[in-house]
């Protein structure tokens, strides 16, 4: 992989990186992770894309990562020595799109892939829809990296690079045949729960244990923290302690609550269950960066050290990022290989399996892929 960075954020630098990677010889497709503060759009970006003819997959997230770098503007463009295969699924808030009958149609023949890259608007409202229809028709056959894209505003915009250029409310799936090794882990821990989820419309959980959800929150969250919530203070607070899905013999699911709804309604990054229990949690440094480091090793453990490792790649959420503050460094540090290359991004979602576990859009986690290419 052939990996080279913009640190400016600038179109035309954004253009000349592009075109540097694309041209050289041994290059089969592209890899995109830009920051939202580049302020891209699709008019400036499209004609660009539309040039490239090798195929190409990513998004713009909040933040990237390269090395032990965190960067807030700018792009990395890695180019890939193995040509993905491309398919794009629209609608991904559409309650009466088919996600399935649309890969089946698009990615029928899967031929000896190994690894799929899955990038997601991140505020579209049927990604776990999306997630069950991939599980459906490629099972555990191949293993599975990626997250959502988006900004940290919430507002739904442009996010996804693909060769027709920027798009949105979308998933683009990239199948490669190239070995890899996933490894997922949160360090996020149970503080109180399980509640009950008595109503809940897709991302948006109503009630809990029959009462409005953010009263049922607050008292826990209040009473653990020692602060109060206001009109302006709800995602400062709640960055702290998500929600997790209790899953029978394995580590829990967890769920982001990033704005409140009408009624006491919580807004979530990602589906939750109706009936399912949640429980909130709460995390501590340590116990995020072990987490981390946990990730790596389960990744090293899945690759199986048959060939040497080339490329990390490192999915994190941005909610990790806000919680940690400068403290992040070390969850880079924990993860970081100084003979391997690691790029990254931190996403509104994390997207991954192992190999042996059922495929999840995970909240508030890190996944580490490791990489033969």
């Known amino acids: 992989m052939i990996i080279q960075i913009d640190r400016t954020g600038t179109v035309p630098n954004f253009e000349t990186t592009l075109n540097q990677v694309s041209s050289q010889d041994n290059i089969a497709g592209i890899l ?3 920051c939202d503060q580049n302020r891209f759009t ?11 003819s090798v195929p190409v997959i990513g998004g713009i997230f909040p933040e990237i990562m390269h090395g032990r770098e965190k960067l807030t503007q700018g792009t990395i463009i890695a180019g ?3 040509r993905p295969d491309i398919c794009i699924i629209d609608g991904l808030s559409d309650m009466t799109a088919d996600y399935e009958e649309a890969m089946d149609n698009a990615l029928s023949d899967i031929n000896q892939a190994q690894t799929m890259l899955v990038f997601v608007d991140g505020l579209s409202t049927r990604i776990s829809d999306l997630i069950d229809s991939l599980f459906h028709i490629f099972g555990l056959d191949i293993n599975y990296i990626g997250g959502g894209a988006g900004s940290l505003s919430f507002e739904q915009r442009p996010c996804l690079f693909t060769n027709s250029g920027l798009r949105q409310d979308c ?9 890899s090794g996933i490894g997922v882990s949160h360090g996020w821990q149970t503080i ?20 409005p959800a953010f009263d049922v929150y607050r008292e826990v969250v209040e009473a653990v923290s020692g602060q109060t919530f206001t009109d302006d203070n709800f995602f400062d607070i709640a960055k702290g302690y998500p929600f997790g899905i209790n899953k ?3 580590e829990k699911i967890v769920r982001d609550p990033i704005v409140l709804g009408e009624n006491g309604a919580m807004v979530c990054v990602g589906e939750v269950p109706e009936e399912s229990y949640l429980s909130i949690l709460r995390g501590s440094v340590p116990s995020l960066v072990q987490a981390a480091a946990t990730a790596l090793d389960r990744s090293k453990d899945d690759f199986n050290h048959v060939s040497p490792v080339q490329t990390t790649l490192f999915i ?11 403290d992040f460094d070390q969850e880079l540090k924990a993860v970081y290989d100084e003979q391997v290359d690691l790029i990254g991004a931190l996403t509104l979602g994390e997207i991954a399996n192992n ?12 996944v580490v892929a490791i990489l033969d290419m």
Do not use: H
């Open 32 to 34: 995109i992770l830009s």
């Open 42 to 52: 699709a008019a400036e970006i499209d004609p660009i894309l539309a040039q490239i």
């Open 80 to 82: 890939l020595p193995i």
């Open 171 to 179: 998933a683009v799936l990239g199948l490669i045949d190239t070995r």
């Open 192 to 211: 109180r729960g399980p509640f009950k989820v008595t109503e809940v419309e897709r991302n948006v959980i109503k009630t809990l244990d029959w009462r």
């Open 248 to 250: 029978f013999d394995s």
């Open 316 to 326: 994190d959420c941005i909610s990790r990022v806000l919680f940690l503050n400068e």
């Open 355 to 366: 190999g042996r576990d059922y495929l999840e859009f995970y909240n508030k986690t890190a």
